[in-house]
């Protein structure tokens, strides 16, 4: 795979092996703050095992996982392009699939591998806090849809990797753009993009304070500040807020979609980012 360790964390970028075109340069990464986010650090950075793992390894291993095959070793090229007709963004995955997935996937990586060697904890932490995110926010999207069970399936999970996963900033732009064109490879609203959005905003903010409320108690007055910001119907907010401000047209060719994430200022590079989401879901708390 496309993995890298450098000496103390992350991991480097393999340049022969992006999401995007090798001719497409890449944009200045941002950076972002919101209140609460020393709350969050446990599960952002100290176990999570998804920030040595590179974005496009995470996709193509998501995309090639069933029960039948978890312990084949993936073989072949990297998949390099996405498209919202991928069949495997429809497949259903239960938490049970979802561990399979952590461990005999992500975790057979051997720079993945190399770390669990050497700390069990940091790997054992991290399986029980994917399993709180993934009922977290299979208990939002029940809310959300008002339904009494949802079917989680693959295409929820993207939001983790794009969120946590190294990669570079162009990379996931791609992506995005990639898995919500239109046939006019044209970027437009629809409501796989608005699952996409609020499954990102959730499991930036309602879904990691749930997992980290789990693996260690938080007080009360600490858990209701960071609640505050993270209710269901900020992040249905958030959706709309987003859908207002980024359309400017109905329809963005790949120039004008990727210069929405090179402005400073508003830009849009904080839908990569749990700290921007949250700091977003503060900004328009409802």
């Known amino acids: 795979m496309g993995l890298d360790l450098c000496c103390e964390k992350k991991i480097a970028k393999n340049s022969f092996q992006s999401l995007a075109p090798s001719n497409e340069p890449d944009i200045s990464l941002q950076k972002y703050e919101s209140t609460y986010d020393g709350f969050y650090q446990d599960i952002e950075k100290n176990y999570n095992v998804l920030t040595y793992i590179q974005l496009i390894d995470y996709m193509n291993l998501l995309e090639n996982f ?5 312990t084949v070793p993936f073989a072949g090229q990297l998949k390099t392009q996405f ?9 259903e995955m239960s938490v049970d699939e979802f561990q399979s997935f952590i461990e005999n996937k ?6 993945i591998k190399d770390i669990k060697a050497n700390n069990e904890v940091m790997m054992d932490n991290f399986k029980g806090i994917a399993r709180n995110i993934f009922y ?14 949802y079917n989680m399936t693959k295409k929820i999970l993207i939001p983790l990797g794009v969120i946590f996963c190294a990669s570079n900033v162009i990379e996931k732009v791609k992506l995005i753009f990639d898995l919500f064109k239109n046939g006019a490879n044209k970027f437009t609203k629809s409501d796989e993009l ?12 309602y879904c990691i304070i749930n997992a980290r409320h789990n693996l260690n108690k938080m007080d009360n007055e600490n858990l209701k500040k960071c609640l505050n910001t993270s209710e269901l119907k900020d992040s249905q907010n958030l959706v709309k807020v987003f859908n207002e401000t980024f359309f400017d047209k109905e329809e963005l060719t790949w120039e004008e979609f990727k210069e929405k994430f090179n402005k400073k200022d508003e830009g849009f590079q904080w839908l990569f980012s749990s700290k921007g989401i949250r700091k ?3 900004k328009n708390n409802v």
């Open 136 to 149: 977290g926010l299979e208990l939002k999207l029940k809310q959300n849809f008002k339904v009494e069970s």
């Open 194 to 205: 608005n699952l996409y959005l609020i499954a990102s905003f959730l499991t930036s903010s």
């Open 106 to 111: 992500l975790y057979q990586i051997n720079e």
């Open 83 to 91: 498209s919202r007709n991928d069949a495997f963004l429809s497949q």
């Open 280 to 282: 977003l879901l503060e």
């Open 66 to 70: 069933t029960l039948e095959t978890a």
